[in-house]
């Protein structure tokens, strides 16, 4: 089946599977104790069909599916700040400071442990390359999306694995994010460190089977437009359409001002889109009319199905070939965020440390989506500030890392200036964000865990 048919077929399929993952995650214990996603499990189960285990899918669905995260991850940043009313930048480092350099130091971190175990063990035994520490931040930070995204910088770079690894590192990511933060939200409500949660409360089992009852139920977006004139939703995707067009301009611009940058990806370029977009439009008077939980459902229609479909078009073989760097690299990564979350957090945050680590925690070792998952879970009415914090920090955040700028040209800084001298840069942030943490009185190197 070929053309717009073979595509429009693909999706349908590619949603049975994701609609085949809902279903078991209501039907199977385990994947509710450990919150793994819909679009996981339905991407393994598509993944099992593929043409590396079963062989029982036609061909045509998997080149498809192949080139769906990469297109979809410009929809996913070009939403991020749509319908977000952007304040001053005083207001977002008093709420969201602390945050910014927790999480600066985490993301960096990412690339500091991962550049050290290359250079040190993995390169010296494998012969990886040193663009294949990139693949953490990509996949843990960055996500699905973004390492599909990445496929034509790793090309360009001479490492074509970089993308397919960084997919699997993604995959890794948020199992990690949901295994290991419900597992520690667990550890923490029964030691107190929780300000909203106790034994007796413990995590709603709703939440668990992941089908809300009527009670607990609330509008998930709201019309600004009479459907009359335009459906509401279809409103809001022109506005993204909007958004990724304007990105794609400024892309042929950023491809034209260096050789090296051929490969450089539309989708950090797309978030830059949408904030053009709402800064004009909140000076013309149109934001208004923007719905931010509308944009919030595009987001996450494109993100669940970004995750089935990378999931689903893993190279395996590739995947296989490079296993045992993989699991070296993979399991510093996480050593590294959980130190982060144990050891840094109490430290780095004055108050609601748990609340703040563990949204972090997700965020860094899964995409956004799972530090939000996180905190919903420990602070399922936002009773503390960690929403409105993780919000501002994020505004200042992903412009850089987490699939910014600073991700999307990792690969480059590195061959540019060397492993070593990148190991140092990296370093240089963390250290710069530990001591404005320190200055602005964050830090307290004798914390009480203890939820006040």
Not at 13 to 42: H, M, N, T, Y
Not at 72 to 84: D, E, H
Not at 302 to 326: M, Q
């Amino acid at each position: 089946m070929e053309g717009l048919t073979g595509v429009f077929f693909s999706l349908c399929i590619l949603l049975l599977f994701l609609l085949a993952g809902k279903f078991l995650r209501v039907r199977v214990k385990l994947f509710q104790k450990i919150f793994l996603p819909a679009s996981i499990i339905g991407g393994f189960l598509a993944l099992l069909f593929g043409p590396y285990l079963l062989d029982l899918l036609p061909a045509f669905l998997f080149d498809t599916w192949s080139q769906i995260p990469g297109l979809l991850i410009n929809i996913v940043f070009a939403t991020l700040f749509l319908g977000v009313a952007i304040p001053g930048i005083r207001i977002m480092w008093t709420q969201g400071g602390s945050q910014l350099c927790f999480g600066m130091i985490a993301g960096a971190g990412q690339y500091l442990v991962a550049m050290l175990v290359t250079v040190l063990l993995l390169t010296p035994l494998f012969g990886v390359p040193p663009i294949f520490a990139t693949i953490l931040e990509i996949g843990f930070a960055g996500g699905h999306g973004t390492a599909a995204g990445m496929h034509p910088v790793f090309t360009e770079l001479g490492f074509p694995a970089g993308s397919a690894l960084a997919q699997m590192s993604a995959t890794v990511g948020i199992i990690i994010a949901v295994v290991g933060g419900v597992f520690y939200i667990n550890v923490a409500i029964r030691k107190g460190y929780c300000v909203n949660l106790d034994q007796s409360k413990g995590i709603p089992e709703y939440k668990k089977v992941g089908l809300i009852p009527e009670k607990e139920r609330v509008p998930s977006s709201k019309a600004t437009v009479a459907s009359e004139s335009i459906e509401p939703l279809a409103f809001h995707f022109a506005v993204v359409g909007l958004a990724i067009l304007i990105g794609w301009a400024m892309l042929v611009v950023v491809r034209q001002l260096h050789p090296n940058l051929g490969g450089f990806p539309l989708f950090p370029l797309a978030m830059v889109g949408g904030m053009i977009v709402q800064a004009v439009s909140m000076r013309i008077k149109v934001s208004q009319y923007y719905d931010r939980l509308t944009f919030e459902r595009i987001l996450g229609f494109s993100l669940d199905v970004l995750v089935v479909a990378a999931i689903a078009s893993i190279r395996l073989d590739l995947f296989v070939e490079n296993l045992w760097p993989f699991l070296i690299l993979m399991a510093v990564g996480v050593g590294w965020l959980f130190f982060c979350l144990i050891v840094l957090a109490p430290r780095m945050f004055p108050y609601n440390w748990l609340e703040r680590g563990v949204t972090e925690y997700g965020m860094q070792s899964g995409v956004t989506a799972m530090g939000l998952l996180l905190l919903r879970l420990v602070d399922p009415n936002y009773k503390t500030d960690t929403a409105q914090a993780f919000g501002f920090k994020q505004m200042l955040y992903e412009p850089f890392l987490g699939g910014g700028f600073i991700t999307a040209t990792a690969p480059f800084i590195l061959i540019s200036l060397g492993i070593w001298y990148s190991i140092w840069a990296a370093a240089g942030i963390m250290l710069v964000f530990g001591f404005i943490s320190y200055i602005s009185g964050w830090t307290r190197m004798r914390p009480d865990k203890k939820a006040r």
